[in-house]
């Protein structure tokens, strides 16, 4: 069973592109979340390459990069017992406005346990850490077409 700890969704004037480009640099995530460390990828941004990533007071936790497309890209962190997804979509509207949503889901049968550790602060922590990762892409000269 997967439950989810929480979705928000922000509205930029950065093209998806810039998104992607400040996922892709995993070295700077801490800058703009503020619950990471630091991250480090095994290869290249892009499906099925690995990592490691240190939350703020916690362990390192390994992940992967199940999904990346022009549209998409999800994570997902593997904790002792379950799996935490952090699925990640962009679209533009036919204003030109673009559309960042980021949803949180945890699944596994030790689930119910990290819901009670991280539960509640991925989900206050989610439109926070989207509303720095807007302030990044923006600052960034690439603005939608």
Do not use: C, Y
Request: net charge negative; charged share 20%; proline share 6%.
């Amino acid at each position: 069973m997967t439950t989810t700890l929480g979705t928000a969704r922000i509205s930029s004037t950065a093209a998806p592109t810039a998104f992607f480009a400040r996922w892709a640099d995993t070295a700077t995530w801490p800058e703009w979340n503020a619950d990471t460390a630091w991250v480090r990828l095994d290869g290249p941004f892009a499906q099925g390459t690995t990592g490691m990533l240190k939350p703020k007071g916690g362990p390192k936790t390994k992940f992967v990069i199940t999904a990346l497309t022009e549209r998409e890209f999800t994570d997902v962190s593997l904790l002792p017992g379950a799996k935490l997804t952090f699925h990640h979509e962009v679209d533009v509207d036919e204003a030109g406005a673009t559309h960042v949503q980021v949803t949180v889901d945890l699944a596994g049968p030790m689930a119910w346990l990290w819901r009670r550790i991280l539960g509640k602060d991925i989900a206050a922590g989610l439109p926070r850490d989207l509303a720095g990762l807007k302030a990044a892409a923006e600052a960034n000269v690439e603005v939608a077409a």
